[in-house]
T-cell receptor, first 117, second 110 residues
């Protein structure tokens, strides 16, 4: 079974702190994703990475950065946490689409609920 | 207007009822996913569809590409089906990114 793990289930930080959220997958997937989930808005893509050291902005990248130094690990960084970044953060991974172009399902981690005070 | 719309937003059913959750989208897609999220946050992929119909146990998912619409059906619903059900589409032909609906909160009462 594919396993995607996230470093914390719950996190409480203060405004202005630098926050690291870690995600690790064990299936050698090329693609990794960071989402945030807010009530009524669904999941929104923050950043994704399609290979080591490669990243692409999603729909809401402002206030976030990412790091992918190793294939299995994708980190989300809040440079200076703010109260509007209080949210549920979900990491996901997927293999690269097959040569037929058929898209692949994404496998999600358990989520990190972040509270910024 | 969101590219992916789900209805209803909230649904309460009695155990044993047949349940339908709808998803409409406004963009060209290569695939549509139905996901389930239980309290606590973990998301599980239920189905990935690009045409027709898929069935897994008591769950059935259908998609009509021409009408840009998909439905998720649950037969003989059970309290353990209580969860958020999320529709997501993969835009374009080879896209890696998903666009998500806001989710449908389902509560099945015993």
């Amino acid at each position: 079974d594919v396993k995607v793990t996230q470093s914390s289930r719950y996190l409480v930080k203060r405004t202005g702190e630098k926050v690291f959220l870690e995600c690790v997958q064990d299936m050698d997937h090329e693609n990794m994703f960071w989402y945030r989930q807010d009530p009524g808005l669904g999941l929104r893509l923050i950043y994704f990475s399609y290979d080591v050291k490669m990243k692409e902005k999603g729909d809401i990248p402002e206030g976030y950065s990412v790091s992918r130094e190793k294939k299995e690990r994708f980190s989300l960084i809040l440079e200076s946490a703010s109260t509007n970044q209080t949210s549920m953060y979900l990491c996901a991974s997927s293999p690269y689409p097959s040569t037929s172009g058929i898209s692949e399902t994404q496998y999600f981690g358990p989520g990190t609920r972040l509270l910024v005070l | 207007k969101n590219e992916v719309e789900q209805s209803p937003q909230n649904l309460t059913a009695q155990e044993g009822e047949f349940i339908t959750i709808n998803c409409s989208y406004s963009v060209g897609i290569s695939a549509l996913h139905w996901l389930q999220q239980h309290p606590g946050g973990g998301i599980v992929s239920l189905f990935m569809l690009s045409s027709g119909k898929k069935k897994h146990g008591r769950l059935i998912a259908t998609i009509n590409i021409q009408e840009k619409h998909s439905s998720l059906h649950i037969t003989a619903s059970h309290p353990r089906d209580s969860a958020v059900y999320i529709c997501a589409v993969r835009k374009g032909e080879y896209g890696n990114k998903l666009v998500f609906g806001a989710g449908t909160i389902l509560r099945v009462k015993s």
